[in-house]
């Protein structure tokens, strides 16, 4: 499909979604003009009456989702306000919240750095420094609970996915696959290849905003050692220290 | 005033359902819910709950339960009965689509569930804490439910006890589904398939296989074939309970109320909302066909289907269960001399 114009597409996902759709490729100018859409639909929310029956947006990669419930008002009213308010829609203006979240990278916590490392000609410094210095974008959240697809690995990172997953993959382990880099919120099988694990976690329940990361932020890695992750682990357990004080200082949030 | 239930045998694939945790998804969290939204709206009508009220969803071996504190009503609906044995009674069988009384130390053993998606309503809903906005258990994250987790023996299943205790009981007749193929809008990416995928999908049988659970029910038939390989992968975006996706082999999944938030197979058409409680009732070797409809036939569908609804609420009926004695018959029987009414 042609995108012409940049006019994004409505298409429909049955009777309770629509999704606009900006591109088919991961493309940070075309997730920007996501955020964009994401932000005027949001702003737009309390005063349109086409906009009332939505039950949740979803930002991905390339296109946004509006969920909407077909008992509370027109489907193809919604649709129309959003296609006007898409094709209106710039990139996005309003920064994502950055963090600085630690990273530990110790043997145990990181089974494919080695792999990953030497399949690029790298060091196991060297390979750790690239990713440090790296900024990593939240694309989407999905495949589980407060699980963020980010964009921004360099290529000299890029792997492909193991040729077997793993059984279990421990909870809060940073992996890469592809051009992504990801954290899994849980433990669970996975083939991504295991990096690093922080001590922060992505998804908690019991909290205002469940999921750690949104579509938008932007997620640093801030390396620590293994004494350091122990103390950041147990004064987050201990209530000491609350996830947003990984948040980046002097960054707009 | 509060009673509750006492799980003495947790069953098999059963969970406490409610109409689900809207307004998530964005964080990676399922819609969960009712996998049969109607069948559990008629349990909790029953009972005279609000339809979205908690039901425990019965898919396998039902559980068995004891009341801790009664009394309350609970209703069946689904394709499934269930035997009452009251404190030094014999047992009695409680039939689908409607209602009995318990008192503290009755006992209730459901099911098996003869196929589809069955629901025990208790009076009051049941009453577990709500998490991020629902009753729901999605397993996946440990949310909602008894602390994330299925029904096992030694739990307890809050509710409301009856103010009064009546000796009428309520039935309906069974709600039956709409029949005929199941309605699609097709899209968002019907593009990425071939014309002749589109007519088998339009024109042929897919069968119900054995592989499904809240997450989805894989369907096998004629293969969909993709307009290319490379249409047969996307980069991933939003889907939605009832969105078909179809992978490179061309055989169809038909995503349910757990499913993920996001997915990278093509999605060729999506079972449209109305139809959607139809799925939960689907067996294995069932034959679905599926008929391609607009927006606003959709909504006429829905509006049909809201109708029929109300007509079921209305026809619930009160009933003396046997064994009780009818004082309503004895009343219009007239027995009591002089005394019924008193204005003649």
């Known amino acids: 499909?042609?995108?012409?114009?940049?006019?994004?597409?409505?298409?429909?996902?049955?009777?309770?979604?629509?999704?606009?759709?900006?591109?088919?490729?991961?493309?940070?100018?075309?997730?920007?003009?996501?955020?964009?859409?994401?932000?005027?639909?949001?702003?737009?929310?309390?005063?349109?009456?086409?906009?009332?029956?939505?039950i949740d947006i979803v930002p991905t990669f390339r296109s946004l989702t509006v969920h909407y419930d077909p008992l509370r008002g027109s489907g193809a009213a919604l649709g129309e306000a959003l296609r006007q308010l898409a094709g209106q829609a710039r990139g996005s203006v309003v920064q994502g919240r950055h963090w600085s979240l630690p990273a530990c990278f110790d043997d145990d916590f990181a089974p494919d750095l080695a792999a990953v490392a030497e399949r690029h000609g790298l060091s196991r410094a060297a390979a750790l420094e690239l990713l440090c210095a790296s900024e990593f974008r939240v694309y989407m959240i999905g495949f589980m609970p407060g699980f963020p697809y980010m964009g921004g690995l360099p290529a000299q990172l890029q792997t492909p996915r193991l040729a077997s997953p793993r059984q279990k993959v421990p909870a809060r382990s940073i992996a890469v696959a592809g051009e992504m880099c990801a954290v899994y919120p849980w433990e669970s099988p996975g083939g991504w290849n295991l990096l690093g694990r922080t001590p922060v976690s992505l998804f908690v329940a019991g909290e205002a905003q469940p999921s750690l990361l949104?579509?938008?932020?932007?997620?640093?890695?801030?390396?620590?050692?293994?004494?350091?992750?122990?103390?950041?682990?147990?004064?987050?357990?201990?209530?000491?220290?609350?996830?947003?004080?990984?948040?980046?200082?002097?960054?707009?949030? | 005033m509060s009673a509750f239930v006492e799980v003495l045998d947790g069953g098999l694939g059963n969970s406490i359902q409610d109409a689900g945790r809207p307004g998530y998804r964005h964080m990676g969290i399922a819609s969960s819910g009712f996998l049969?939204?109607?069948?559990?709206?008629?349990?909790?009508?029953?009972?005279?709950?609000?339809?979205?009220?908690?039901?425990l969803e019965i898919r396998g071996i039902g559980p068995r339960l004891r009341v801790g504190q009664g009394p309350l009503r609970l209703a069946l609906t689904g394709n499934l009965t269930a035997s009452i044995v009251r404190q030094g009674g014999s047992p009695q069988e409680l039939v689908a689509w409607s209602t009995a009384t318990l008192d503290s130390g009755d006992c209730l053993t459901v099911g098996p569930v003869n196929?589809?998606?069955?629901?025990?309503?208790?009076?009051?809903?049941?009453?577990?804490?709500?998490?991020?906005?629902?009753?729901?258990?999605?397993?996946?994250?440990?949310?909602?439910?008894?602390?994330?987790?299925?029904?096992?023996?030694?739990?307890?299943?809050?509710?409301?006890?009856?103010?009064?205790?009546?000796?009428?009981?309520?039935?309906?007749?069974?709600?039956?589904?709409?029949?005929?193929?199941?309605?699609?809008?097709?899209?968002?990416?019907?593009?990425?398939?071939?014309?002749?995928?589109?007519?088998?999908?339009?024109?042929?049988?897919?069968?119900?296989?054995?592989?499904?659970?809240?997450?989805?029910?894989?369907?096998?038939?004629?293969?969909?074939?993709?307009?290319?390989?490379?249409?047969?992968?996307?980069?991933?975006?939003?889907?939605?309970?009832?969105?078909?996706?179809?992978?490179?082999?061309?055989?169809?999944?038909?995503?349910?109320?757990?499913?993920?938030?996001?997915?990278?197979?093509?999605?060729?058409?999506?079972?449209?909302?109305?139809?959607?409680?139809?799925?939960?009732?689907?067996?294995p070797g069932e034959e679905l066909r599926f008929a391609a409809v607009d927006l606003e036939k959709s909504a006429e569908i829905l509006a049909a289907r809201e109708a029929r609804w109300q007509a079921w609420v209305n026809g619930i009926r009160p009933y003396l269960p046997a064994g009780y004695l009818d004082e309503?018959?004895?009343?219009?029987?007239?027995?009591?001399?002089?005394?019924?009414r008193a204005d003649r």
């Open chain 1, 1 to 54: 499909m042609s995108y012409e114009k940049d006019q994004p597409h409505l298409l429909p996902l049955g009777d309770g979604a629509w999704t606009v759709e900006f591109g088919d490729r991961i493309d940070p100018a075309v997730h920007g003009r996501v955020m964009g859409f994401f932000e005027s639909l949001q702003a737009a929310r309390g005063s349109s009456p086409a906009l009332a029956g939505i």
């Open chain 2, 115 to 283: 196929g589809g998606t069955a629901y025990l309503a208790l009076s009051g809903g049941i009453a577990v804490a709500s998490e991020l906005g629902s009753r729901s258990t999605y397993l996946r994250a440990a949310i909602g439910g008894l602390h994330g987790r299925l029904p096992a023996a030694g739990d307890c299943l809050p509710c409301a006890r009856l103010g009064q205790r009546e000796y009428r009981e309520y039935q309906a007749e069974p709600w039956t589904h709409d029949s005929g193929p199941l309605h699609v809008m097709l899209g968002p990416q019907a593009t990425h398939f071939s014309e002749a995928a589109l007519a088998e999908l339009l024109g042929q049988p897919y069968t119900v296989t054995p592989e499904s659970d809240r997450m989805g029910m894989r369907l096998s038939g004629p293969r969909l074939a993709h307009r290319s390989a490379a249409a047969a992968d996307i980069v991933s975006d939003a889907v939605t309970p009832g969105a078909i996706q179809v992978p490179g082999n061309g055989q169809p999944i038909i995503l349910l109320a757990d499913c993920q938030t996001v997915g990278g197979y093509p999605k060729i058409a999506t079972v449209i909302s109305a139809d959607l409680p139809r799925l939960g009732q689907c067996r």
């Open chain 2, 328 to 340: 309503a018959a004895l009343y219009q029987g007239n027995l009591i001399s002089g005394m019924v």
């Open chain 2, 36 to 55: 049969d939204p109607l069948f559990a709206r008629c349990a909790n009508a029953l009972v005279g709950n609000p339809g979205g009220a908690a039901c």
């Open chain 1, 214 to 253: 949104a579509s938008g932020d932007i997620v640093r890695w801030q390396p620590v050692d293994r004494a350091a992750y122990d103390a950041i682990a147990a004064d987050l357990h201990s209530g000491r220290r609350r996830r947003l004080d990984f948040l980046q200082a002097g960054v707009p949030s």
